[in-house]
């Protein structure tokens, strides 16, 4: 890798000498070091391969014999039927992976999910239903006349569920930001039935990123669209019923919208990935990537794909709306901000009258439709450098609204009176607060190419006051690197190898945690460099030191999110 240097295999110490506001002129990307010789990492986007049945890994090191349970990851893992291709990443049938660990061993497994869109492309062995980027052709055998008429027909949302592994109810499931999802069994990777949002609740979507809350009620968000607008929803399926019988189909009975929020800009709502909530608040944030209705109602007439219905539009700014979680009020405060981008949050607490809100964000939100397959596949050097330097580049801030502002307020002065809080809150206008946010990083983070896919102790503290997060730093197009940030003493840890990228960390407690970081980082590692060379890498969360690892001869594509699985 020529555009960074480091001794391979050590954990890497940084600690923040000094805070700096960046100036807002410059952006996150331009904070960031040019990349110069990039490899190529084209093998990290080819088809993977399915095993169902279980093989044993090589382990190297130690696997704490504490650890019960399967990591599952998921992600897009095949990219042509017959002589079809896709264009996008995001388009790639969804690839099941488990790394089942027992007693120190580990196997591993994998499937295709059995989606209707999957069955349907291998039955025809072409593509015959639209992904993200990616348009199906009608059918060459049709005449000219149907192949002409089915440019009219409403298209199908996909059930290629490639996104993540999330919870309802007690059951697994797999999930995309359609209205559809897939139950699935965590032990056997099998697939079952599929579940369409429309038929409990009236959404036409859902993100694969749910908050739980500690009662086991799973909350989401969706969109609708009716007569009266565009809305963006919350929704909150309750816990297992302990006394009902045991279910063999999904059962997402009792599912409510608590919350509609209605589009500041009807036409041109926000596109998102995620939401914000801590123990009583949720925040939506409405972000300048916008997508246009009208362009939706003719892009496959058109011919073209979905990812081209979304721009980038900062004039518009960021809008938080925050609603009460357990009434479904929104607050009559509008809380503003410069624009940004945000996929991933990393956590959110309340703080003596205060929502505290950490996530990933950038000043550029054009990235998403960049991550074409072409685009991905570029070849080692200057190709693959100009995609990565063009790139926007997340790092990690922090925001504080303040829960108490009414009619007697005043005007234009900073609200956030928390010790050793940055972050700003102003009252501009009646019932409107404009904030700046704080940065939890300092310039050394930067050679990192920044950080995304950031986990915590999600299980004992998500919604409350933490200390650690753990993220991949992208140093190049894929991450290159595992990091974890102490948000109290600015210390960043780095777990980085020349050629290695490793997939989004997810962190399991010992099984006698009294310490909010006493346990292990789990992240499975793949390379472009060498033929069937993966491995899970098992990390002391503490020290942010390698454990182990136990490698399995396969070559698994780089995939998107995951969970871990307790057994026992």
Request: aromatic share 12%; proline share 6%; glycine share 6%.
């Amino acid at each position: 890798m020529g555009c960074l240097s480091f001794k391979p295999g050590r954990c890497e110490v940084v600690r923040f000498l000094h805070y700096t506001q960046p100036s807002a002129a410059v952006s996150s990307r331009q904070r960031c070091p040019q990349a110069n010789g990039l490899e190529s990492i084209a093998p990290l986007v080819r088809s993977g391969e399915e095993i169902s049945d279980p093989i044993p890994a090589t382990i190297k090191g130690i696997i704490p014999a504490w650890i019960s349970g399967s990591f599952l990851r998921n992600g897009p893992g095949k990219f042509e039927f017959g002589q079809d291709r896709y264009t996008h990443w995001f388009d790639g049938m969804a690839l099941m992976h488990r790394f089942h660990i027992s007693e120190g061993s580990v196997t591993y497994s994998s499937r295709f999910l059995r989606s209707d869109s999957y069955v349907q492309n291998s039955e025809k062995n072409r593509i015959v239903v639209s992904e993200f980027g990616t348009v199906a052709t009608p059918d060459p055998c049709k005449n000219i006349f149907a192949r002409f008429f089915s440019r009219f027909q409403s298209p199908k949302a996909t059930d290629n569920a490639n996104v993540n592994f999330v919870k309802y109810k007690g059951d697994y499931y797999v999930s995309t930001e359609t209205n559809y999802m897939r139950r699935v069994d965590p032990q056997s990777l099998e697939t079952k039935e599929k579940v369409d949002w429309s038929q409990y609740i009236a959404v036409n979507s859902a993100t694969a990123h749910p908050h739980y809350d500690p009662e086991g009620a799973t909350y989401n968000m969706g969109n609708s669209y009716n007569k009266n607008g565009f809305f963006y929803n919350i929704i909150r399926v309750p816990p297992t019923d302990e006394n009902a019988a045991t279910e063999e189909t999904a059962n997402l009975t009792g599912a409510k919208v608590i919350c509609s929020i209605r589009a500041a800009e009807p036409r041109k709502p926000s596109y998102y990935h995620s939401f914000v909530m801590s123990e009583n608040y949720i925040v939506f944030i409405e972000q300048p990537i916008k997508l246009d209705l009208l362009k939706f109602m003719l892009y496959k007439i058109q011919g073209k794909s979905f990812n081209k219905i979304m721009s980038w539009e900062p004039q518009y700014g960021t809008i938080f709306h925050l609603v009460n979680r357990h009434t479904g009020k929104e607050s009559e405060v509008r809380y503003r901000a410069a624009p940004m981008f945000t996929l991933h949050q990393i956590n959110a607490f309340e703080d003596s009258g205060f929502l505290v809100m950490d996530m990933c964000c950038g000043d550029d939100g054009e990235v998403i439709g960049e991550f074409t397959l072409e685009n991905l596949r570029r070849c080692s050097g200057e190709e693959v450098d100009k995609f990565y330097n063009s790139l926007c580049r997340n790092l990690p801030r922090r925001y504080v609204l303040p829960l108490t502002v009414d009619e007697q307020t005043p005007l234009d002065q900073n609200l956030v009176t928390l010790h050793n809080y940055k972050a700003t809150a102003k009252k501009t206008n009646p019932g409107e607060v404009y904030m700046t946010h704080e940065e939890l990083h300092n310039d050394e983070l930067l050679q990192y190419g920044g950080l995304e896919f950031p986990q915590i102790n999600y299980d004992q503290y998500n919604g409350r006051s933490y200390r650690y997060f753990y993220s991949c730093g992208f140093g190049h197009v894929f991450s290159d690197s595992l990091l974890k940030m102490d948000l109290h003493t600015k210390e960043l840890k780095v777990w980085r190898y020349p050629g290695l990228y490793p997939s989004e960390p997810v962190f399991v407690a010992s099984p006698k945690a009294t310490e909010e970081d006493d346990g292990v980082v789990l992240s499975v590692i793949i390379t472009p460099r060498k033929d069937k060379s993966t491995f899970l890498l098992i990390l002391d969360a503490k020290n942010f030191t390698e454990l182990g690892r136990a490698e399995v001869p396969v070559n698994i594509p780089s995939g998107t999110h995951g969970a871990f699985y307790k057994m026992g």
